[in-house]
């Protein structure tokens, strides 16, 4: 692929993200909400990812079953991993590399914390603290998301399609790669790519959820990520649904936790010419 071409894809792509983020503010008027202070994301963040973690403490048979047939259906695939690479290989097509080469920029790290700074940055210009608090949302479930795909990456070490190693091939925990473990290195579980942009795709979603061609879109392009990286021989099918479950499950997570803390009840103090005393103030 011509530099001229990677340049004009990166750059429609960027443009598409922030159509993605900005039109659905536009179309559909956000309830009213609080941007949340930059100062105050770290202790955020870092207790949501605790929320997130513990979790599975406070979950019903329900959640219980749709872990397990999302965990049978990972190891189905998982047993076809190979079959799946060979087939998809075999239908690779100058059309199929050229949608890739489009696509796999919506699971690039700078456009999706590029898309995440602009929805922030267009819901302040625009005073509309509900798209600026989307856009910490997106940045946030990018970021847990990311810290998850790492460790799992570090702790299988599997190597990728592209290695010429069956796709039972792990190297099991460790920092580093190990040579002829695959490009761009040998840390092919799960998918970063189909992680990331899953996990913003579902904030957009869950943000907006009024607006009828959001959802088709947004995932439509994270689900083309995830094709990308089949094509690109980059990744194994397994590899793609871990990452993209995985993202959609902290990106709905973060979300959810966004809504407790918006009618979250908090003491103030209260003065009055006549009285102090604390007031129980809530958040709607």
């Not at 004009?8 to 960027?14: E, I, M, N, T």
């Not at 309830?31 to 100062?39: D, K, M, N």
């Not at 570090?154 to 792990?170: F, I």
Request: charge should be negative; proline fraction near 6%; glycine fraction near 12%.
């Amino acid at each position: 692929m011509s530099p001229v071409f990677q340049l004009v894809s990166r750059l429609v792509a960027f443009l598409l993200c922030g159509l993605l983020g900005l039109l659905p503010a536009v179309a559909v008027a956000g309830p009213g909400a609080e941007v949340t202070p930059l100062g105050d994301l770290p202790q955020r963040w870092a207790a949501d990812s605790w929320s997130l973690l513990r979790a599975p403490a406070d979950w019903r048979q329900p959640q219980w079953q749709a872990v397990g047939l999302i965990a049978a259906g990972s190891l189905g695939l998982y047993l076809l991993d190979d079959e799946i690479a060979e087939k998809v290989q075999a239908n690779r097509s100058g059309l199929s590399d050229s949608v890739s080469d489009f696509a796999k920029n919506f699971g690039e790290p700078w456009l999706l914390v590029a898309g995440g700074g602009g929805l922030y940055l267009a819901g302040r210009l625009r005073d509309d603290a509900y798209l600026a608090e989307t856009g910490l949302l997106s940045l946030e479930s990018y970021l847990l998301t990311g810290v998850a795909v790492l460790g799992l990456k570090h702790l299988g070490r599997r190597h990728r399609p592209n290695s010429g190693e069956d796709s039972d091939h792990w190297d099991g925990p460790g920092l580093s790669d190990r040579g002829g473990s695959g490009e761009p290195d040998g840390f092919s579980f799960p998918s970063g790519h189909a992680a990331g942009s899953f996990a913003v795709a579902s904030v957009l979603v869950a943000r907006y959820p009024e607006s009828r061609w959001l959802p088709w879109t947004a995932y439509g392009l994270a689900g083309l990520t995830a094709f990308s990286r089949l094509n690109d021989n980059e990744h194994w099918a397994s590899d793609v649904t871990v990452g993209a479950v995985l993202g959609l499950a902290v990106g709905k997570g973060v979300c959810l936790l966004a809504e407790k803390h918006r009618i979250a009840l908090r003491l103030v103090p209260l003065l009055e010419p006549d009285a102090a005393g604390l007031a129980l103030v809530g958040r709607f």
